[in-house]
């Protein structure tokens, strides 16, 4: 088992519609949840990060944690040609990984017009 | 705003030569990491330093070797560059002793003929 796992996709989303990308992890004790989003041929960009149980709301993105269960979610809300790109969840305090980040291999949205 | 920056965006580089790639930060970061992202792979981690002087391999250390002699400054060194190691290299950033997120910088996509 993956210590992070994510569904490769492609997502296909109409323009307009809400985006749902659902990232599990193995580890229990995990601290720290971190989204990016990285568009092809470039590097990955923080969207959000959270750290407790609940939800958190940055504009169109909206970050889910639920430790019990041991996933996290984004969602994005009227999504956009633009939001057209890769998000890579990666999880802090996995095992003994320090102060390092465990990322998922990513999930492909495509946002059709 | 956090900068990361790398030393080149595209290199071409022969069989058995040594590469050095360059990353600095602008941040005052304690952690600075190294990975290479590849089709199907994902991010994985080569080499992390946590502090100038001291460094940890990572997932797949084998053929790079690193340096940190300054705390914003954190080179990637091939020793003898294989075509195996045609790939993206991606450098990071984060503060902090625990788990927070990182910053990426620019990417050098590496091509080794």
């Known amino acids: 088992q993956k210590e992070v796992e994510q569904n490769s996709g492609p997502l296909s989303v109409p323009e307009g519609a809400i985006a749902s990308l659902n990232c599990t992890y193995s580890?229990?004790?995990?601290?720290?949840f971190f989204w990016y989003r990285q568009y092809s041929g470039k590097s990955p960009e923080l969207i959000m990060s959270i750290y407790s149980n609940g939800d958190k709301e940055d504009g169109r993105f909206t970050a889910q944690l639920n430790k019990a269960s041991q996933y996290v979610s984004l969602l994005i809300r009227d999504s956009q040609p633009s939001d057209s790109a890769t998000y890579l969840c990666a999880v802090g305090g996995i095992k003994a990984a320090g102060n390092k980040l465990t990322f998922g291999g990513g999930t492909r949205v495509l946002v059709k017009p | 705003d956090v900068k990361v920056t790398q030393s080149s965006r595209y290199l071409v580089k022969r069989t058995g030569e040594k590469v050095f790639l360059e990353c600095v930060q602008d941040?005052?970061?304690?952690?600075m990491f190294w990975y290479r992202q590849d089709p199907g792979l994902g991010l994985r981690l080569i080499y992390f330093?946590?502090?100038?002087?001291?460094?940890e391999k990572g997932d797949i250390p084998e053929g790079y070797s690193v340096s940190r002699e300054k705390k914003e400054r954190f080179s990637l060194i091939l020793e003898s560059a294989s075509t195996n190691q045609t790939s993206m290299y991606l450098c990071?950033?984060?503060?902090?002793?625990?788990?927070?997120?990182?910053?990426f910088g620019p990417g050098t996509r590496l091509t080794v003929t």
């Open positions: 990071a950033s984060s503060f902090g002793r625990v788990p927070t997120e990182q910053y």
């Open positions: 941040m005052d970061h304690e952690n």
């Open positions: 580890d229990r004790v995990s601290q720290s």
């Open positions: 330093s946590y502090d100038v002087k001291m460094k």
